[in-house]
């Protein structure tokens, strides 16, 4: 899409805008218009629209007002505002929820919707450093422009806003605000800070960093060209922004990434940052504590990846010593099981020397596995992404009651050879087991 494009279907927004916009959005519109407010929606709704032509759910509305000192207003208003709308949706049958959060803003769900409303403000951080996340000093203006109040956000396509109001005809209307050439970013398909003055604050936070990462793998955007990393300072970055910006990137690189760039430019790590880099390893996107544990286990055995690590990760992720220790203990089933042939087995039946002690062996990981089992019966994605599909039936099998396994046993009889040897692998391992502990 060329430039002269991107901005006509920008501006001509008016032509379908109704149309297109939710009647929970529109609701909201139409509540701050009463209010006396202007809202500007800003952010990842309008970034997404322009990458993906449609509209998304979660909607930060920036509400500015002729009166400087406004926000006072707001704030002194704000439970009675909350009241009137909490009734008014309850009336209408909505389902929904109002909070009101730090800083005045009040986040409003309604259905699959989620807004976010916001008093325009400037952020600034003061002394030395190194900082956190929320260490600013935080002042409202109810008169600034986009280009002063917007200088709080990332990245300028993330600051591309729709300013919106309704005309003499009751017809919803909008103004563009671009004040740092967002549009003109996606055409380029790089990432660019709002502020490149020399006066930035944008290093100042470290979260930056990763969600400059995030974006630019989420987005396929170029996000070296205008950031310097050797200007983040990282001591007070804490585990959780790393996970949650993790987790939002949709990407296993993400965490290859940032620890890459981390050694790259020598950035200094807490220790519990430090103690996440093994999720450099993850073959799939992070979805949760667990997932994330099980995917490091599963390839374990191609990436080197000791198993004190990922206990060590799994512990650091705020899981259980005890379930990591199950699950892993399921892996070293896995590696145990599958390097064992049929012959083998049956040699070990065969040998009184070998017999007695593999019997012990072969009882105890049996015993480990179906607790661990029972343990993650409850989230059998786990288990499928543990196991390879042929080894997790062998072990399902193992555990099956001695009626199903009479069952399966006829089944297998009359099966082809590969499912006859997977059956008396099966058949010769119960045997071992059977008297595991004499």
């Keep these: 899409m060329g430039q002269k494009n991107t901005n006509d279907r920008l501006n001509n927004l008016p032509d379908f805008i109704e149309n297109q916009l939710s009647s929970e959005v529109i609701l909201i519109l139409d509540w701050l218009l009463s209010l006396g407010v202007r809202p500007r929606v800003v952010g990842g709704v309008i970034r997404d629209w322009y990458i993906y032509k449609e509209w998304g759910l979660d909607w930060d509305i920036e509400i500015s007002h002729p009166d400087k000192n406004f926000w006072q207003v707001w704030q002194r208003d704000l439970p009675r505002n909350k009241r009137n709308l909490e009734q008014f949706l309850s009336d209408e049958n909505f389902e929904y929820s109002v909070k009101v959060l730090s800083f005045s803003i009040l ?33 409202f203006d109810s008169t600034l422009d986009p280009s002063t109040s917007f200088l709080r956000r990332d990245f300028s396509i993330n600051a591309i806003s729709f300013e919106f109001y309704r005309n003499s005809d009751k017809t919803l209307e909008y103004k563009l605000h671009d004040p740092f050439s967002g549009v003109s970013h996606m055409e380029q398909e790089v990432l660019v800070p709002c502020d490149t003055s020399s006066q930035s604050q944008f290093y100042c936070d470290p979260v930056r960093m990763l969600r400059s990462i995030r974006f630019g793998l989420k987005l396929d955007l170029d996000f ?68 994330a544990v099980v995917d490091l286990l599963k390839n374990a055995d191609k990436t080197g990846l000791p ?48 017999n007695k002690a593999l019997r012990h062996i072969f009882f105890e990981r049996f015993i480990q596995i179906k607790d661990a089992l029972i ?60 008297d595991g502990t004499k």
């Excluded at 949650?244 to 296993?252: D, L």
């Excluded at 892996?331 to 009184?352: G, R, T, Y």
Aim: charged share 30%; with cysteine.
């Design 107 to 139: 986040r409003i769900k309604i259905s699959d919707h989620e807004f976010e409303i916001s008093l325009p403000r400037t952020e600034v951080y003061e002394g030395e450093g190194p900082f956190g996340h929320s260490d600013v000093k935080v002042s």
């Design 224 to 291: 070296n060209a205008y950031i310097d990393y050797s200007k983040f300072n990282l001591e007070k970055l804490t585990k959780f922004y790393v996970i949650e910006e993790g987790h939002k990137s949709q990407s296993p690189r993400f965490f290859q990434v940032f620890f890459r760039l981390c050694s790259t430019y020598e950035l200094e790590l807490s220790e519990q940052v430090k103690a996440l880099s093994p999720l450099v390893y993850l073959q799939h996107t992070y979805e949760d504590e667990k997932m």
């Design 375 to 434: 343990e993650l019966e409850h989230r059998p994605d786990l288990l499928f992404s543990l196991f390879p599909k042929d080894v997790y039936s062998q072990i399902q099998f193992l555990l099956s009651p001695p009626e199903e396994l009479n069952k399966k046993s006829q089944i297998f009889r009359k099966s082809n050879k590969v499912e006859k040897e997977l059956w008396s692998r099966v058949v010769f391992y119960l045997q071992l087991v059977s």
């Design 307 to 354: 198993f004190q690590r990922i206990e060590k990760l799994g512990r650091n992720l705020g899981l259980k010593k005890d379930w990591v220790n199950k699950v892993i203990s399921l892996k070293k089933f896995e590696m145990f099981w599958v390097n064992f042939s049929l012959d083998e087995l049956k040699q070990a039946l065969a040998s009184e020397e070998v």
